[in-house]
């Protein structure tokens, strides 16, 4: 899936420019770790997974796929997300896109700032092997 889609681009290049510079502060001039699929997508590479920044015209979105659905036990699955959206997260919460489990982080264009992006990228990076592992074992084992 073309991550980028189904979301209207943002035309500002000034905000692009920003973001541009909070990765190359966050990440280091080394571009490992990163790469900027479009002008208004940029994906991360961790260890097993990724997570992805769109900036659309007015959001900027940090998403990564968590995981379908699962074969059993779908209203509990729903029930344990909605548990952990209310209880475990702090700005990052659970969606579901066409079927899929989507960890997501979501800000407007005029509050997001260097340290916004730096402890969302924390967040992501510690949240999303934990829910990873807690669901799989629960859910998917």
């Known amino acids: 899936?073309?991550?980028?889609?189904?979301?209207?681009s943002n035309e500002d290049p000034s905000v692009n420019q920003k973001i541009a510079g909070f990765v190359l502060e966050f990440f280091g001039p080394e571009e490992e770790?990163?790469?900027q699929v479009n002008d208004h997508v940029w994906r991360f590479t961790e260890e097993d997974y990724e997570i992805n920044l769109i900036i659309t015209s007015k959001l900027i979105v940090f998403d990564a796929e968590l995981s379908g659905l699962p074969t059993k036990l779908q209203a509990e699955f729903v029930?344990?997300?909605?548990?952990l959206n209310g209880h475990q997260t702090k700005a990052c919460k659970f969606c579901m896109v066409?079927?899929?489990?989507?960890?997501?982080?979501?800000?407007?264009?005029e509050y997001f700032v260097f340290e916004a992006?730096?402890?969302n990228m924390e967040e992501m990076r510690w949240q999303f092997?934990?829910?990873?592992?807690?669901?799989?074992?629960?859910?998917?084992?």
């Open 79 to 83: 029930l344990e997300l909605l548990k």
């Open 33 to 35: 770790g990163y790469l």
């Open 1 to 8: 899936m073309d991550i980028g889609q189904d979301y209207k």
């Open 98 to 109: 066409k079927g899929m489990v989507r960890l997501r982080i979501v800000y407007e264009h």
């Open 129 to 141: 092997p934990r829910f990873r592992e807690s669901l799989g074992q629960k859910f998917f084992a």
């Open 117 to 119: 992006f730096k402890s």
